[in-house]
């Protein structure tokens, strides 16, 4: 039975995460690398600030960390209590997750790669998508606790499989903005009313969710809300490259997204909302998106 659960990392979804367990859970821990941060949460949501030993001693440790690399540094520093299950929320590399989990598994951890998709919004709203790679006996023992802050929990498949998933969905995004940005670039310089336009694609066969949200919401208002940077879409969409590499298949449209979206990063300002790749084709073309 879980007792303890604990949470590393609250950066902009680890820190709403986080705040749903205290809500199912008793003992429920956080750490962060500044530990200001930490008793913030505890102070705002009842969690326990800790230091990072004592947050690798929880039934259940969550993690939400900027790379896979992070993470392995992270476990190499620590010693993980016998038995629990550390539930890697990260976008990660699936070679990292096949590495890690039989690495931990000698030590009697389980270790399940589990990396959650609906950015901000759906953390704050315990809303999240969780696509789930390792052991199934495993991932049934933990989703009580992915359930506090998920609403669609998949097991996917052994080790990598979530980090494999999340990195095609991701690139699927890329590929939909890029196309949905070239689309609307070229109504405009049509003199297309593009507000007008969409809603006639978002009634037809054209819609996606980057046409029905993410252009109206943040494009076309100009807004560009900080809410999952485009260096990190990048990141993700080199893991999807490289599986398709790995496995020597034939995906053009997926390599001339990945090559986009890595320029607009390059481009972009640190911290870039993914939106924002949307100015790279107005600097290109010479018009604004709007």
Not at 73 to 81: E, M, W
Not at 155 to 172: I, Q, R, T
């Amino acid at each position: 039975m879980t007792q303890s659960i604990s949470f590393i990392g609250l950066g902009a979804m680890g820190y709403r995460m986080a705040a749903h367990l205290p809500k199912v859970f008793d003992d429920v821990r956080v750490w962060n690398r500044s530990i200001e941060k930490s008793e913030k949460h505890a102070h705002e949501f009842g969690t326990q600030a800790v230091s990072l030993e004592h947050a690798v001693q929880a039934d259940i440790i969550f993690s939400c960390l900027p790379t896979s690399q992070d993470i392995e540094d992270l476990i190499a520093r620590v010693d993980i209590k016998s038995g629990a299950i550390w539930v890697d929320c990260t976008s990660g590399v699936p070679k990292s997750a096949r590495l890690l989990a039989p690495l931990l598994l000698e030590k009697g951890v389980h270790y399940l790669d589990a990396p959650v998709s609906g950015q901000t919004i759906g953390a704050e709203n315990a809303t999240l998508t969780f696509m789930v790679g390792g052991q199934k006996s495993a991932f049934d023992c933990a989703l009580p606790a992915m359930q506090a802050m998920g609403k669609l929990i998949k097991h996917v498949g052994d080790s990598g499989a979530g980090f494999a998933v999340k990195a095609v969905n991701n690139m699927l995004l890329a590929i939909h903005l890029c196309a949905a940005c070239e689309g609307a670039s070229t109504l405009k310089s049509h003199g297309v009313n593009l507000q007008e336009a969409f809603d006639c694609i978002n009634a037809s066969s054209g819609q996606s969710g980057v046409t029905t949200t993410v252009l109206p919401n943040r494009v076309f208002n100009r807004s560009f809300p900080s809410t999952f940077a485009l260096s990190l879409l990048a990141k993700d969409t080199r893991i999807a490259l490289d599986l398709v590499r790995e496995s020597q298949l034939s995906a053009p449209i997926i390599a001339a997204s990945q090559g986009l979206v890595q320029a607009a990063s390059n481009l972009s300002e640190h911290g870039s909302d993914f939106s924002t790749l949307a100015k790279m084709y107005e600097s290109i073309n010479q018009l604004t998106i709007e």
